[in-house]
């Protein structure tokens, strides 16, 4: 009985003479807190990557499509080979035609045709689609989403 008492006295003063008794405890919630912030971070950084790749992609097949939907123009009088010919309206056209048939694995919100969509030169088709990703963990954070914007060129080209 008399050891145990004495045993207790020691383990007291050891505590008290210990400056950093307590303090691990600190740092690893300190850390983990960090480490939980830090994944947080990189999954929502990560999930708007991906959706503006998996825009990026569709503004890639939907100028394609446009690209696809042109006219022959030059075959009067055999003045040359046939070219392609486009005009902004068919390719607005194309572009909102392949958006509407293939956004569903898009994962994103209001995704549509920008008014940039068209043919500079008549011959390339050039779609600029727009969208709304919702990064993951953090919509409290951003409720309205953060926009992201892929453009895209395509031509057509006639070979025998």
Same mark, same amino acid.
Request: charged share 20%.
């Given at each position: ?60 097949? &939907? *100028? !394609?499509? +446009? ?5 022959? @123009?030059?075959? $009067? ?5 046939? /070219? ?26 209001? &995704? *549509? !045709?920008? +008014? ?5 030169? @008549?011959?390339? $088709? ?5 969208? /709304? ?28």
């Amino acid at each position: 009985m008399r050891g145990e008492g004495q045993r207790r006295r020691r383990e007291a003063l050891r505590a008290e003479r210990d400056p950093e008794n307590g303090e691990l405890m600190v740092m690893i919630i300190g850390y983990v807190l960090l480490s939980l912030l830090l994944i947080t971070v990189v999954a929502a950084v990560s999930s708007v990557y991906i959706g503006h790749k998996k825009l990026l992609s569709a503004a890639d097949g &939907a *100028a !394609v499509a +446009a690209a696809d939907s042109f006219t022959l @123009g030059g075959v $009067a009088g055999n003045a040359g080979p046939p /070219v392609t010919t486009l005009s902004d309206g068919g390719v607005q056209a194309a572009a909102v035609s392949y958006l509407h048939r293939n956004s569903d694995h898009l994962n994103v919100t209001a &995704a *549509a !045709v920008d +008014a940039g969509t068209g043919t500079d030169d @008549g011959r390339s $088709a050039k779609v600029t689609l727009t969208a /709304v990703v919702h990064p993951l963990f953090i919509n409290f954070l951003v409720p309205d989403g953060i926009p992201i914007t892929a453009t895209s060129t395509a031509r057509s080209h006639l070979a025998r």
